[in-house]
């Protein structure tokens, strides 16, 4: 602004100074007419130029005669810079009563000295003008913002106080700004916003979908925190609920039985743990729940796990299921890892699995010499001898139906295993541990002994079994020769035989594979590839293995109406499927509108919980 100020002044001065020295030209000019008519025409040219030289102070002056001869020329002091802008330009006038020229330009130094001075003086005053009312708006700006900020202070203080805050909040004078309060108040509503979509965020990474239980990762942060860092809890009880039959109920009745049957195990769950106080529960992974109780001794811990015992038999007997889950019990203190904690607690379910249906067992000091998990293998090692000995399992079936009357379908065998009480054991624990216990073979001979007998004893050689025989057993050589020798002596029955390997145990080993199927195929039994496309075996390798059927993986059926990409992949596996002779299988069927989206999609047979339910074989 001032530089604005000091500019437009000195333009204003300079056009004053210009409109002076024209005006005095103009009447110089007239007075040296005048003066000119004054002398007499006999005058010598010596005294006109004489006189007209001593009429003023010159910077030009020159005299010519009307034949152009110059008769004077003076040459003042060098034009100013300032007066090349500002002086007019060279004046003419005609003495015609003595036939004169006269060219002239004033002396204006002293003019421009003046003018000089004044721009100066404007200068000075202005800079003086600046500086001393920054000095004063710098105070009264410094004076304003620092009341501004006290306001600002003051209106957050106003949304998130604290007790000092507070207080200064009151002592303190305010201004009144509308527009602050406003862009505050959004600002705070944008920050509320920000936080429910990071809680939002937090609870989606921190919680399991189904049961809406703190999920693993808030386990592992919540025990370590409370029980390592925090020390709020000095000692307590873990329990590892782990339900028995998921896998089962997800193969035999669908994924949604599946799923109610853990909500179901987690409503009970939350029942108990509400009656502890501090008591906290997880889910682990899809079948297992975990329970911490702060501060707690094992004797109250246990009385928490019979009561979870008690509930599960009541929704056992209710739901029609073989089992519902098994808890193990461990005592911790916040010096133990959690990694040791979990592995005895897995230990105490294993235990638990071979004494009682929906049983539980305390791992407490004294049971065992380590960590591991010997004490509960050989647990499970006693009961599996023990059902092989006394051959305790029960055969279910559940039927296939085909797609078409011209396709016939079998039914497929389900093992249930028995301890010494008649109560069934949880069949996936059953399998799992034949398998680390390496019995899994002597299972599979088991199974087929049981199923031949049946199929004899109760005259079923017109209808069709599918029996699943583990990897393990079709690569195990001494296997391979029973089975071929036994099949042999069962010749009206082989052909009504279908037997079913995933297709990861035949990916294991080509070589055995395709000797174990060729075998098959000798004695008359067929060979079903289940849990096919897990994988993506390349058809290439089937064509080579020539198994008949093939049974789609539950990923690939489950909501088959609905998912497009679904329905297209499985078009193309059962029209390359075709064109190699295998009929494709579907299992989990679960609706009408999922078998009606399979049949359309020319499946030969489908399988699940609408379309049968497992019965006594």
């Not at 406003?182 to 990071?198: R, V, W």
């Not at 979990?342 to 004294?366: F, H, M, P, R």
């Amino acid at each position: 602004m001032g530089l604005i100020f000091s500019v437009g002044l000195i333009a204003l001065c300079t056009w004053f100074g210009q409109t002076l020295l024209q005006e005095r030209h103009e009447k110089f000019e007239g007075s040296l007419i005048a003066m000119a008519g004054a002398l007499d025409q006999q005058a010598s040219i010596q005294t006109i130029v004489k006189t007209i030289k001593g009429a003023n102070d010159y910077r030009l002056l020159l005299i010519t005669n009307d034949e152009n001869k110059n008769l004077m020329k003076h040459q003042g002091s060098q034009q100013h810079l300032i007066s090349k802008f500002i002086a007019p330009a060279n004046q003419e006038v005609w003495l015609n009563s003595h036939s004169l020229k006269v060219t002239y330009a004033l002396a204006d130094d002293i003019f421009i000295d003046k003018l000089i001075n004044i721009y100066l003086a404007i200068v000075l005053s202005t800079a003086a003008f600046v500086i001393i009312s920054s000095i004063v708006s710098l105070k009264s700006y410094r004076a304003f913002f620092n009341t501004i900020n006290e306001q600002i202070r003051n209106e957050i203080t106003s949304f998130m106080p604290s007790a000092d805050d507070e207080i200064h909040y009151k002592t303190k004078a305010t201004v009144e700004l509308p527009e602050l309060r406003k862009g505050l108040t959004s600002l705070q509503s944008l920050i509320e916003n920000q936080k429910a979509n990071s809680n939002q965020l937090e609870k989606e990474a921190y919680t399991e979908t189904l049961t809406q239980l703190p999920n693993r990762n808030r386990f592992v942060q919540y025990f370590e925190s409370k029980v390592t860092e925090l020390h709020e809890i000095k000692f307590g009880v873990l329990l590892i609920t782990r339900c028995s039959e998921l896998q089962t109920i997800n193969q035999i009745s669908g994924y949604k039985e599946g799923d109610n049957y853990i909500c179901k195990v987690s409503d009970i769950l939350k029942s108990e743990i509400e009656k502890y106080q501090g008591g906290q529960l997880f889910r682990l992974n899809s079948s297992d729940f975990s329970t911490i109780l702060p501060n707690v001794t094992m004797k109250e811990a246990e009385k928490y796990a019979q009561a979870l015992t008690d509930k599960f038999n009541q929704y056992q007997q209710s739901a029609d299921l073989d089992s519902v889950a098994y808890s193990g019990v461990v005592a911790f203190t916040d010096a133990e890892p959690l990694g040791e904690i979990l592995a005895l607690a897995d230990t105490a379910i294993s235990v638990a699995q071979t004494q009682s249906i929906n049983g539980w067992y305390a791992q407490k000091e004294g049971d065992t010499n380590s960590p591991s998990n010997h004490y509960g293998n050989q647990n499970w090692r006693q009961e599996i001898d023990s059902v092989l000995a006394a051959q305790r399992v029960a055969l279910l079936i559940q039927p296939i139906k085909p797609s078409t009357k011209n396709t016939k379908m079998y039914g497929e065998i389900l093992a249930r295993f028995k301890n010494a009480k008649n109560e069934t054991l949880p069949t996936a624990s059953f399998i799992a541990m034949a398998e680390k216990l390496d019995k899994i073979v002597a299972v599979d001979r088991m199974i087929i002994e049981q199923a031949l007998t049946e199929i004899s004893q109760k005259n079923l050689q017109g209808s069709q079994f599918g029996i699943n025989i583990s990897s393990r057993s079709i690569h195990d050589e001494h296997f391979l020769i029973w089975l071929e020798r036994r099949l042999l002596r069962e010749s009206s029955i082989a052909p009504n035989l279908i037997f079913e390997i995933t297709e990861y145990g035949l990916q294991q080993n080509v070589q055995t594979s395709k000797r174990f199927i060729d075998m098959i195929h000798r004695v008359g039994s067929r060979v079903t590839v289940e849990r096919f496309g897990v994988g993506l075996t390349s058809f290439k390798f089937f064509k080579e293995l020539k198994p008949d059927y093939i049974k789609m993986d539950s990923t690939y059926t489950r909501d088959i109406d609905e998912d497009k990409n679904n329905q297209y992949f499985l078009r193309v596996m059962v029209d390359l499927a075709h064109r190699l002779s295998i009929n494709v299988l579907a299992e989990n069927v679960e609706t009408q509108e999922e078998k009606h989206t399979l049949e359309k999609l020319f499946v030969d047979g489908c399988q699940g919980f609408y379309i049968g339910k497992p019965e006594q074989m």
